[in-house]
Each structure stands twice: as C-alpha cells, then as structure tokens.
C-alpha cells in the first residue's frame, strides 16, 4: 500500500532547478511540441487521455515524463486521471518571452508544411 | 583528389528545410549553446580554431555538424581554417524572436548560475 501510493508522488524540479537546455531538449520533439501546444491553447489542466498521439501508450508516458523532470508542465493525480499543466509562470519567470516565441515558432511551422489539420 | 575536393563541401540544409525541432535541439546541449552565443557575440564567422571547448576533437566536430545539419551555423573552408557563422537571417526569416529569446534565456541562466566567468 505504502508502495502504490509513494508511486503516485511525481517529482517535478523546482523552479531554479530547470535548466534551459533540459527545456529545450524537451521542446525539441515533435510529439512533445503537440502536446506542450495543446496545453498552451487550453486555459487549464488536460488528462493524459486527452492526447492522442500517433504513438505507444509507453512512448507517451515517456514524453510526459521527459516535459515533466525538465520543468516544463506539472503533473498531478486527480482520482484515476493524471492531469497535465503547462508551468508558463516558471518558465515566464526563469526565460522570459522564451516560451511565447517557441510557441509562435511551432505554429508558423506547422502552418508552412501544412501541419495543422 | 576528386575526393579530397569533395570532402571539403559541407552539407547545409536551405533555409525551407529548417525545422523548428532540429534547432532546439541542436541548441539543447551547453557546448553547442556555448559556440552560438560565442558567434552571436561576435559580428561575423570565426574559425573552428577559436573556441576552446572542454571536449575532445572528435567531440567538438560533432557539435559543429549537429549546428551544420540543424541550419543554426553555416560552415565553410577558408584555406585551411573551417569557419563558422549564425544562419541569423535564415532562422529570423523562420521564427522571428526565436534565437533572441534562446540567447538571452542562456544569457540568464549564465549569470543566474554564475556560469559566465
């Protein structure tokens, strides 16, 4: 019991530990971009359900855990639900206009190739 | 000597083939962060000679493909010296903001971890 509930305690960094290039890796994926566009057009928090990558269900857990350990969202259990929040106030506050222009970089591109369906 | 010649052309992608991941992740590691924020410092190319990276040789060429292939750096022969230069009118073209916002988060991060000696 103790195990099953120490497994749903997720360590995220603080907000001076993340490092740019840990944030930059993270960005750096396409699936991982979606996902971080998808939380950044919402207005809250997302359940990992809510994605539907073209990808593995382990794949996907992957990517949230790399954008979560490099402090680019947070993730909580809500019930059943894990639930997925972009960390912008940390981000905003560490690299500032950083996320914005990545944001307006990805949907330029996505518009460009004809990505966005 | 054919070979020799060819050997000598680097391969770089136009400015169309650039992608927004290939950039962020070629920017994602501190020794390539390193020789862009050396270039962008400066005002036009330096010689792979210039930077003293805390790598091997091999290691080093490495991270200057990576910024080749990315579209970040444009490398050429000049003699015997390979020189470097920012892709900054490309990469403005294709994300406006973009290499400003990630130079100055390093620039940030520098002074906030007092990495910047």
Same mark, same amino acid.
Request: with cysteine; glycine share 6%; net charge neutral.
């Given at each position: 019991?103790?195990?099953?509930? &120490?497994?749903?305690?997720?360590?995220? $960094?603080?907000?001076?530990?993340? %490092?740019?290039?840990?944030?930059?890796? @993270?960005? &750096?994926? $396409?699936?991982?971009?979606?996902?971080?566009? &998808?939380?950044? @057009? !919402?207005? !809250?928090?997302? /359940?990992?359900?809510?994605?539907?990558?073209?990808?593995?269900? /382990?794949?996907?857990?992957?990517?949230?855990?790399?954008? %979560?350990?490099?402090?680019?969202?947070?993730? @909580?259990?809500?019930?059943? @639900?894990?639930?997925?929040?972009?960390?912008?106030?940390?981000?905003?506050?560490?690299? $500032?206009?950083?996320?914005? &222009?990545?944001? +307006?970089?990805? %949907?330029?591109?996505?518009? %460009?190739?004809? +990505? +966005?369906?």
């Amino acid at each position: 019991m103790t195990t099953a509930t &120490s497994t749903r305690e997720l360590a995220h $960094p603080a907000r001076e530990e993340i %490092r740019l290039e840990s944030v930059l890796h @993270a960005l &750096s994926d $396409p699936m991982r971009m979606r996902v971080v566009r &998808s939380l950044a @057009a !919402g207005d !809250g928090e997302l /359940s990992c359900s809510c994605f539907v990558l073209p990808v593995t269900k /382990s794949t996907s857990t992957h990517h949230f855990r790399v954008l %979560r350990e490099s402090g680019v969202i947070q993730q @909580a259990y809500r019930g059943t @639900a894990k639930m997925n929040g972009l960390r912008r106030a940390d981000l905003d506050a560490l690299f $500032p206009g950083l996320l914005d &222009s990545v944001l +307006d970089a990805a %949907r330029r591109q996505a518009e %460009r190739l004809g +990505d +966005d369906a």
